[in-house]
């Protein structure tokens, strides 16, 4: 069956620009994760929706990162004004429901490149 | 909030030796404890999991125990092989949902 899928793979930006990383979770999913994964450390959180609300956005480092789950299935992050220092792997990962006791499946990531 | 730490941060050891990376957690409510491998350039993929209510789990040559008095939890991979090459992440949950990982073992299997 088809896993989790995020488009585009790379995104080369200029600073100041909007970018948008859109994720395709596993079909039947409810929970949905976002990550940020720098060069040689782990995935750090960004944000959880259960469904098609948000429910723990604690991660979302300011008010530049925001992300939309409308219908609970596909998820887009949206970077507004970004900076040079946004440049990472953005991972999207989904479970069956919410809680960490169901498994993340991950996708494969959007790099991110603001130069 | 969840802190979790991994140790070593590299790993190199001879094909066929046994390869051990520990992690310790800091909430005691923390009940999942997932391993990843994150092969170069890949996604992180769960290769076993451990929950509170058991001390050790294997899946062939692969082994998670778990020490909750102690908080901490130790991958063991028996064998190894040039494909074991790889990234491993601890991860433990924080608040129930949002896994937090630790920094990283860079295993490297020389044959």
């Known amino acids: 069956g088809a896993g989790v899928s995020q488009t585009p793979s790379n995104k080369v930006t200029e600073k100041g620009k909007y970018v948008e990383l859109r994720c395709d979770p596993i079909s039947g999913h409810t929970a949905l994760y976002w990550y940020r994964q720098s060069l040689g450390q782990g995935p750090e959180f960004l944000i959880y929706?259960?469904?098609?609300?948000?429910?723990?956005d604690s991660g979302l480092p300011n008010d530049r990162f925001f992300a939309v789950r409308p219908e609970g299935s596909v998820s887009t992050l949206k970077i507004q004004r970004t900076e040079r220092g946004d440049s990472a792997v953005y991972l999207c990962?989904?479970?069956?429901?919410?809680?960490?006791?169901?498994?993340?499946?991950f996708g494969p990531g959007t790099r991110l490149t603001v130069l | 909030g969840e802190n979790v730490e991994q140790h070593p941060s590299t790993l190199s050891v001879q094909e066929g030796d046994s390869a051990v990376i520990k992690c310790t957690y800091s909430d005691s409510a923390s009940n999942y404890f997932p391993w990843y491998k994150q092969e170069l350039g890949k996604r992180p993929q769960l290769i076993i999991d451990i929950r509170s209510n058991v001390g050790e789990k294997k899946d062939q040559r692969i082994a998670v125990t778990l020490n909750k008095t102690a908080k901490h939890f130790s991958l063991h991979i028996t064998e190894t092989q040039p494909e074991d090459s790889a990234v491993y992440f601890c991860?433990?949950?924080?608040?129930?949902?949002?896994?937090?990982f630790g920094a990283g073992t860079i295993l490297r299997v020389k044959s």
């Open positions: 990962a989904s479970s069956l429901g919410g809680g960490a006791v169901n498994e993340q499946f």
């Open positions: 929706f259960q469904g098609t609300g948000a429910a723990d």
């Open positions: 991860a433990a949950p924080e608040y129930g949902n949002k896994l937090v």
